[in-house]
């Protein structure tokens, strides 16, 4: 029943590939030390030796990173024995692309890459589809979270008023740039770019709104959610106000 279970329970390890090997990816790397049933085949990334560091940096050993296939081509490693591609690059555009090449090639794939999935994921997903294989959210990030709960309460008879997420967010926020972001966060431009590898323009858009707005698409398209009427919105209310009344609603 449980996929912890069934995963323990597979003979051989799940062989993936991931395409594009940043911030995100480097959280996934810090613990794949402790998992024993998945097994990185391939790194795809335009930029091979910065791979190769972030993986070194999250924590993996010099054989296992050698034992990883890397490569700057996405057509290069399709034909190797790979079940599951993770597209992590960010980019609307080339993540649409790499999906699409991978479910022709008859793979599974999982879209980290949220911007590919609110602007084409309905193709995607009929394209999936039609050649039997998995176009899925990344689950542990927050669209995929949030569904796990609307799944749940739907199972459970309930009935779905509306879906949000929480977020550190204040009205000042959204006159933030790529080139003021880090003061948000209370990090140098050096720490965050050249130790960190932190990317300006995806952290600035946790920042002012832009990703919360992704995200929120991603989760209505899935969900069958309509949008509000009046766009999306960030009001500044702490978890235990969500559920009172405003003044205008008493």
Not at 55 to 78: H, M, P
Not at 84 to 100: L, R, S, W, Y
Not at 152 to 171: D, E, M, Q
Not at 200 to 212: A, H, V
Request: aromatic residues 8%; proline residues 3%.
């Amino acid at each position: 029943m449980f996929l912890h279970t069934k995963l323990e329970n597979r003979k051989d390890p799940i062989k993936i590939c991931f395409i594009g090997c940043g911030k995100f990816v480097s959280m996934f790397l810090a613990q794949y030390n402790h998992l024993d049933k998945i097994q990185i085949d391939s790194i795809v990334d335009i930029n091979v030796d910065q791979a190769k560091k972030n993986c070194l940096k999250s924590g993996l050993n010099e054989q296992t990173v050698d034992d990883i296939n890397f490569s700057n081509s996405l057509d290069e490693v399709l034909d190797r024995d790979i079940e599951i591609f993770i597209e992590a690059t960010g980019n609307p555009i080339v993540g649409t692309v790499h999906a699409a090449k991978i479910i022709k090639n008859k793979k599974h794939v999982i879209l980290v890459n949220v911007e590919a999935d609110i602007t084409c994921g309905k193709y995607l997903s009929d394209l999936a589809k039609d050649k039997g294989v998995i176009c899925s959210m990344a689950y542990g990030d927050q669209p995929s979270l949030i569904l796990e709960q609307v799944e749940w309460a739907r199972l459970n008879g309930f009935s779905i008023v509306c879906a949000g997420k929480g977020t550190k967010y204040h009205p000042t926020f959204e006159y933030s740039t790529p080139d003021t972001v880090w003061g948000h966060y209370g990090l140098t431009k050096e720490r965050a770019e050249k130790e960190s590898g932190m990317n300006p323009k995806m952290f600035n858009s946790f920042l002012c709104g832009d990703k919360s707005a992704i995200e929120m698409c991603a989760v209505s398209n899935a969900a069958n959610l309509k949008c509000p009427s009046n766009g999306l919105t960030f009001p500044s209310v702490g978890v235990y106000d969500i559920a009172k009344k405003n003044d205008s609603e008493k």
